[in-house]
């Protein structure tokens, strides 16, 4: 695994005799666990997964080599990875959770306020974790976020921030 991979699921255990396998998916759409070719674990293992059936944020897979419940069990708790060179361009103003986090944080006056600790999104938005000088979530959007430069690393925020702290 390499600080460039980017997690798109984890392993939740078997399920049934067979060798198949539970996984919470965090990819924005279901079909994302297969679209992408091989998967890679923290390990170094590769495996091309097929996906057979959806139930919400979980699919249940088959991962080829994986026979039964003893092996697909002894992968449970390993996350799923690909590399970012697999993932698609992005248009303007559409960011990878995985580049926000750990961002410098600044107000607009340019003072370090704290790192990106996670990006969430509860069904009404994506929401920035900031921790540091301040331990807030802010809502990611214009009237909080004033921008954000993935090549220094930074976001700042409007002093509307303030209603959050």
């Known amino acids: 695994m390499s600080p460039s991979d980017i997690k798109l699921g984890i392993i939740l255990g078997g399920k049934g005799l067979k060798g198949k396998i539970v996984v919470k998916w965090f990819t924005e759409e279901p079909n994302g666990l297969q679209s992408y070719g091989k998967v890679n674990l923290k390990d170094g293992r590769s495996f091309e997964l097929t996906v057979e059936k959806l139930s919400g944020d979980k699919a249940i897979c088959s991962f080829p080599d994986i026979e039964n419940r ?30 926000l986090i750990s961002m410098q944080v600044e107000d607009q006056q340019g003072e370090v306020l704290g790192a990106i600790h996670a990006v969430h999104d509860f069904g009404a938005g994506h929401i920035l ?10 809502p990611f959007n214009k009237n909080y976020v004033l921008s954000v430069d993935l090549k220094q690393s930074k976001i700042k925020l409007s002093d509307s921030y303030l209603d959050f702290t």
């Open 129 to 138: 974790e900031v921790s540091g000088k301040i331990s807030s979530m802010i």
């Open 70 to 99: 003893a092996q697909a069990d002894a992968l449970k708790g390993e996350c799923i990875y690909i590399s970012k060179s697999e993932l698609p361009e992005l248009k303007n103003e559409e960011y990878y959770y995985a580049d």
